[in-house]
């Protein structure tokens, strides 16, 4: 993809500032990626900062068609960003970045050819040629707040109507996983609890209440069932399930009045257990997401012209 990219000194904040230098560097794997924003990540959070962090979250909900690695550095460059696509698809919209943007970095892949033997071909056509990953280069993509031209649709039959709309998918989705669906008034105070295969939960909630906290409880079910490679406290799998209902609830416009300061509880000391918390919350939120969503719904917010969505290596 070519992009032409004029180098301005744009306002930035002093998240993006103090990270300058690591986006100098353009580490060129995924997993490098990864690591270098987790790394500025913890810096901030160590300082008692949790705005990184945040951004994170918020644009795990926004770009869930992305890769992690990719999220994070779109979070990282453009903490505002709310829709992203490459120069050819923003004017394929009809749209053109404005003069002097400065594009936001992201990882696409790098396809082959591994050919194979003449011998070995001659007895399978069917794998005579096979594509295969052979790395990742820079690519850019922009941010519709980067860009002018024609009104793009609003994404109205994601976010509007009432919650009713995505309860009754939120429902279905519960339903297809084989989890069951309790209402008690003696779990109180708690508004709702994950049993392994139950989910129940307190009568009385208003719409927006019980649609948090179910998507709080099936996260705790998705997460239960999940292999993690790093032991967990309670602490952290109440901050894990509590982050994805916060992505989840902003994806769709919910107002969920959670504390940003909370999910410093994902860090205590172990960049590995964070980078898997991270993850964790990313990919959980995308399999809601993707339940939630109109399947007629269309955006440009999927990997660049590249070859689809990259694997982290």
């Known amino acids: 993809m070519n992009t032409a990219i004029v180098a301005t000194t744009p306002t930035v904040s002093p ?4 990270l300058k230098q690591q986006q100098q560097q353009k580490p060129q794997t995924s ?3 990864i690591a270098a924003n987790v790394k500025a990540l913890i810096e ?9 962090l945040t951004a994170y979250l918020m644009a ?3 770009f869930h068609n992305y890769s992690f690695g990719n999220i994070l550095e779109i979070a990282r460059q453009k ?3 709310t829709r992203v696509a490459g120069m050819y698809a923003w004017n394929q919209l009809g749209r053109r970045v404005n003069k002097g943007e400065k594009g936001i970095r992201i990882l696409a892949p790098m396809t082959g050819v591994r050919r194979k033997k003449d011998d070995e071909a001659a007895k399978d056509v069917r794998v005579q040629n096979q594509s295969v990953l052979v790395g990742f280069r820079s690519v850019y993509v922009f941010d519709v707040s980067q860009t002018d031209g024609l009104e793009l649709p609003e994404l109205s039959s994601r976010v509007s109507g009432d919650v009713g709309e995505r309860m009754e998918r939120l429902l279905d989705f519960i339903a297809a996983q084989g989890i069951l669906l309790e209402y008690k008034e003696s779990i109180a105070p708690a508004l709702g609890m994950s049993y392994g295969g139950k989910i129940v939960l307190l009568p009385g909630q208003s719409p927006a209440e019980s649609f948090s906290t179910l998507v709080h409880e099936v996260a705790h079910e998705m997460l239960h069932k999940a292999e993690r490679r790093t032991a967990t406290t309670k602490v952290v799998r109440e901050t894990e399930a509590e982050a994805i209902a916060f992505v989840v609830g902003k994806t769709i416009g919910l107002d969920t009045g959670r504390a940003s300061a909370d999910y410093i509880h994902l860090y205590h000391g172990n960049a590995a257990l964070l980078t ?3 993850e964790v919350i990313q990919k959980t939120s995308a399999v809601i997401l993707s339940a939630l969503e109109t399947p007629a719904v269309e955006e440009p917010t999927t990997e660049p012209e590249a070859g689809g969505q990259p694997q982290d290596n």
């Open 79 to 81: 903490p505002s960003a």
């Open 60 to 62: 795990m909900g926004r």
């Open 31 to 33: 997993k490098d990626a």
């Open 276 to 278: 898997e918390s991270l």
């Open 15 to 18: 998240f993006i500032q103090n």
């Open 44 to 52: 901030q959070l160590e300082e008692g900062h949790s705005e990184g």
